[in-house]
């Protein structure tokens, strides 16, 4: 199977869209356009690197703006694109990719059929473009002041991901270092590889000006859907020396039952996930039969869960977990918890709320036979 690198160029400064940060760092509708163009690819099962390209001095940045997604270390780029997309790709090498998708992390909303298409495009042909025919009637204004109209036949204009072979792009960056061109199927070209081309995308849009982010937020408010999920989960004392909740070990005078490590928080947030998502529930992606599980980490579980939402283009918006335990007292460890949540979700720690109470010594969980675990997930999806 081939192996496909992603190389997305965000090295610029974008003063032109204002906001007083570099473009890519600007939120759009509460996430960094960086993280947005990002995801659309590290959820994405035909992507095996991702490479990131960032401007000198964006180091911490860049890290907290994707920070939970799996990426390739940053590697700082040149004065011009091309200079930049050249290291990118020199960074790849060692890699070793058979395909290359160079994008720009200006078009944050690429969609996972223009990916597939680029793809499939590159068993056919070395290079993959996606075009969208001109509509507008274009004028020319001449050295007199006279416009004239341009005859808009056969005109389209190139969008990211543009898509290689590796090592032919590569070599043609290489060959081509000393010329400027403007991106990289004019390399490509420069370098004589034969070009396909697959229909671009009207919401790909490039973001550029004030007027750009204005319009992508109403775009996206009224794009998306929101979706609620709710999870429950109860384990058992037996005899042992911690406990681990919400994905931190906590030193107790007993332990909890469980296939896994029985972590009752992450089990109910890993369901409401799934179910905020309709992908069942947390038994049918880890059955306990399975010995391959036996005393796994829950945050496994978590992890596969976010990364479910993520492949369907989501993202997490809010989750609430609630503990309900006579002991161990939750209130020292609440921020640890947080924090953690968040990690392994791949979200901002604003973004979980962890809460306890008790059942008033009522109950299994008020006679310390266990402990139960209820949470809330709210998922943005895109709209079908």
């Known amino acids: 199977m081939s ?8 090295a610029g400064v974008g003063e032109r869209a204002g906001g007083g940060i570099p473009k890519q760092y600007r939120l759009l509708h509460g996430l960094p356009m960086l993280r947005r163009s990002v ?18 001095g964006q180091e911490s940045r860049a890290a907290q703006a994707l920070d ?8 700082t780029g040149g004065e011009t694109r091309q200079e930049t997309v050249r290291r990118g790709l020199e960074a790849l090498a060692e890699h070793k990719p058979d395909f290359v998708l160079i994008h720009d992390a200006a078009r944050p909303f690429v969609s996972r059929a223009l990916i597939d298409a680029l793809i499939a495009a590159l068993k056919v042909s070395p290079a993959a473009v996606p075009l969208v025919a001109v509509a507008d009637t274009l004028k020319r204004e001449t050295s ?8 808009r036949d056969g005109l389209f204009r190139a969008q990211t991901p543009q898509a290689f072979h590796f ?3 590569l070599k043609a960056h290489r060959a081509h270092a000393n010329e400027s061109v403007t991106d990289d199927m004019a390399l490509a070209e420069l370098a004589g590889l034969k070009i396909a081309n697959v229909p671009g995308e009207e919401v790909n849009t490039k973001m550029t000006r004030p007027e750009d982010f204005d ?3 109403r775009w996206l ?3 998306a859907e929101f979706r609620t999920g709710m999870g429950l989960d109860a384990h058992r004392f037996v005899a042992g020396d911690h406990v681990w909740l919400g994905g931190i070990k906590i030193s107790h005078d007993h332990t909890l039952e469980g296939h ?10 890993t369901d409401a996930i799934l179910g905020a998502i309709g992908q069942g529930d947390i038994g049918q992606h880890f059955p306990p039969t399975d010995q391959k599980w036996r005393g796994a980490s829950s945050s496994l579980f978590l992890e596969h869960a976010a990364k479910l939402v993520r492949e369907a283009g989501g993202e997490i918006v809010h989750c609430d977990l609630t503990l309900i335990c006579e002991r161990p007292k939750i209130s020292p460890h609440r921020e640890a918890m947080q924090t953690r949540v968040a990690e392994i979700l791949g979200i901002d720690r604003a973004r979980v709320s962890i809460k306890a109470t008790t059942t008033e010594g009522m109950g299994f969980t008020g006679r310390r036979e266990g402990l139960a675990a209820q949470a809330i997930a709210t998922v943005r999806l895109p709209r079908a």
């Open 3 to 10: 192996r496909t690198a992603v190389l997305i160029v965000a």
């Open 39 to 56: 995801l659309a690819f590290a959820g994405h099962p035909g992507i095996a690197f991702v490479q990131v390209m960032i401007g000198p």
């Open 68 to 75: 939970g997604i799996e990426h390739q270390p940053f590697v």
């Open 144 to 151: 007199n002041g006279v416009w004239t109209t341009v005859p």
């Open 167 to 169: 090592d032919a792009i």
């Open 215 to 217: 319009l992508a937020e």
């Open 221 to 223: 408010a009224g794009a």
């Open 260 to 269: 896994s490590d029985a972590d009752a928080g992450l089990h109910a947030l």
